[in-house]
């Protein structure tokens, strides 16, 4: 326990605090954290949105940028590991639950309330489509990139702790050393907890819904929510005693493996042609309409309620995330060039997750239309949870495809905390890249009794207060770390180009001497040749 640092027993009181509160007065957790998160959807809805913008045109500048070419390391060294482990690992902690818990219901949402327009329309299946794909596209991946950039090329290049604070070194100096720093360090913690937080409670509300549809004595509940938290609680603190190279590794391959199958199943029996004809459809429209969709803030047209509680809310999530995802990217992209970083980071994820909803959304709308409306009215009645069980229920083999959709929310559900354990673990303990175990129990407990706590007094919407607001601060901190981020290279490339400078300049002085040395030992051999023919 010596490498705690007061980051460690900050951010412990201040979530131990939540917890007991949250624990004694749950009403009243409940009416603070709506005030606040009211206000700031209504009043701040413009700042993520600009914000998550930013974050997406600065991450489409460094591709083509000629800071591209640096590594995130030292310049010789290799990636630690391959492609498909590296975009397993990426799937696994960006949003792996969520996909599964989404992928059916937010285009059924849509499709029956848009943001605008005629429900149950084709333009309303259009545009719910088109929004799956925003939300889960290009913005949030390029949230992760800029905070896993900067920590992963302070931490790998310039051997600087692998803490947030010390990424902003270039704008805050020696201040990141101080007070300031381990403030900024605390909100990283305190983002982490409740971004987590609210994927194990999608989770355990997803694992219980199942659990419920396959046998009648198991309940959806609360009571079972919180004993499947408790269970898988003890599963990843196992998992999180193995390290990052064998717990994390091994379920992110089992994870990626179990999610293209089913995947692969939906499409297969399900609407193939029409499936595929929406993805390709639906990505063309998403690039077309992106720069509308991420400025609209619904001031002439459409629903600014729907925007608050689809967009705000995703934005908010995907930045109080960022911290714990990108933390664990930045840990396994050493090695890699910026360029190769930040397409990797944008492209793959992207469209794999516009794949994953063009099947199961696409799939979801069309069985709904042939039910009636009958996969929307179950999901109304017994929640969102149950859409991809209620779906997957219309195929052959449906026992057997819904255990094993149980099954993979169990593995995202142990690889998310197992991973969040390693990140709050490392925040914790000054960047160490392999935090004590000690450590990520701590973290294990406190992150799961989060999600409980959110869970008991507000269910999901409880879960959406905490976030919005957790990220509110970290978007601050964001902004200042791309603003770090491009000081620092556009210095290392000033250096470089200094120093490829002062190489020309003496190769070109290499050049002189050795033509000088070339004409001198001409015009000795003419002397010698002259003396010769004189003699």
């Not at 719910?128 to 390029?142: E, Q, T």
């Not at 994927?199 to 355990?204: D, I, N, R, V």
């Amino acid at each position: 326990m010596r490498k705690l640092t007061p980051v460690f027993y900050i951010s412990f009181v201040i979530a131990l605090l939540f917890i007991i509160w949250g624990i004694a007065a749950p009403s009243h957790v409940e009416t603070v954290l709506g005030n606040i998160q009211g206000y700031i959807s209504e009043k701040l809805g413009w700042f993520y949105l600009l914000s998550a913008t930013a974050f997406v045109i600065f991450a489409i500048y460094l591709i083509f940028s000629p800071y591209g070419r640096i590594k995130l390391g030292k310049p010789d060294e290799k990636p630690e590991y391959n492609y498909f482990t590296w975009f397993a690992f990426l799937f696994t902690a960006g949003m792996g639950i969520g996909l599964v818990f989404w992928g059916v219901a937010e285009p059924l949402y849509h499709y029956y309330g848009p943001p605008a327009g005629e429900p149950e329309s084709d333009a309303a299946a259009a545009a719910a489509l088109r929004y799956s794909f925003f939300h889960w596209g290009i913005h949030p991946w390029a949230i992760y990139s800029i905070v896993a950039l900067a920590l992963a090329y302070f931490k790998f290049r310039h051997d600087a702790p692998g803490v947030v604070s010390a990424a902003l070194r270039p704008v805050l100096g020696d201040k990141v050393d101080g007070p300031l720093g381990t403030l900024v360090n605390v909100l990283v913690v305190f983002a982490t907890i409740f971004g987590v937080a609210t994927s194990l409670g999608l989770g355990a509300a997803q694992v219980s819904g199942g659990l419920s549809y396959l046998f009648d004595f198991i309940t959806n509940n609360l009571g079972t929510q919180l004993v499947v938290i408790a269970i898988i609680t003890v599963l990843y603190l196992i998992s999180a005693g193995t390290g990052i190279n064998r717990g994390i590794r091994i379920l992110s391959m089992t994870n990626i493996i179990l999610a293209i199958g089913l995947m692969l199943f939906v499409l297969a029996v399900g609407p193939t042609v029409y499936i595929l004809d929406v993805f390709t459809t639906t990505l063309g429209s998403y690039i077309q309409n992106l720069p509308s969709m991420s400025f609209s803030t619904a001031t002439f047209i459409g629903d600014r309620g729907w925007l608050e509680s689809w967009t705000i809310f995703y934005w908010a999530w995907w930045i109080a995330w960022s911290p714990f995802v990108g933390t664990f990217i930045a840990r396994v992209s050493r090695g890699r060039t910026i360029r190769e970083f930040v397409l990797g980071v944008l492209a793959v994820p992207t469209l794999f997750g516009g794949l994953w909803f063009s099947v199961f959304g696409a799939t979801g709308m069309s069985t709904d239309n042939a039910l009636g409306g009958a996969l929307y009215n179950i999901m109304g009645e017994q929640g969102e949870e149950i859409a991809l069980f209620s779906l997957l229920d219309q195929f052959p083999l449906s026992g057997i495809i819904i255990a094993l959709a149980i099954l993979l929310i169990i593995s995202f559900f142990i690889t998310s905390a197992d991973s969040a354990t390693f990140v709050l673990g490392m925040q914790t303990t000054n960047g160490s890249l392999n935090p004590p175990t000690s450590v990520k129990m701590v973290w294990g407990a406190i992150q799961s009794s989060a999600a409980a706590v959110l869970l008991y007094f507000g269910g999901l919407a409880g879960l959406e207060m905490a976030m919005i607001i957790a990220a509110l601060p970290f978007t601050f901190v964001m902004l200042f770390m791309v603003v770090s981020i491009f000081k620092a290279l556009k210095s290392e490339r000033q250096v470089l180009q200094t120093d490829k400078s002062t190489i020309q300049a003496e190769r070109n002085r290499l050049r002189e001497e050795k033509e000088r040395l070339k004409q001198e030992k001409a015009e000795l051999k003419k002397q010698v040749k002259a003396s010769k023919n004189k003699q």
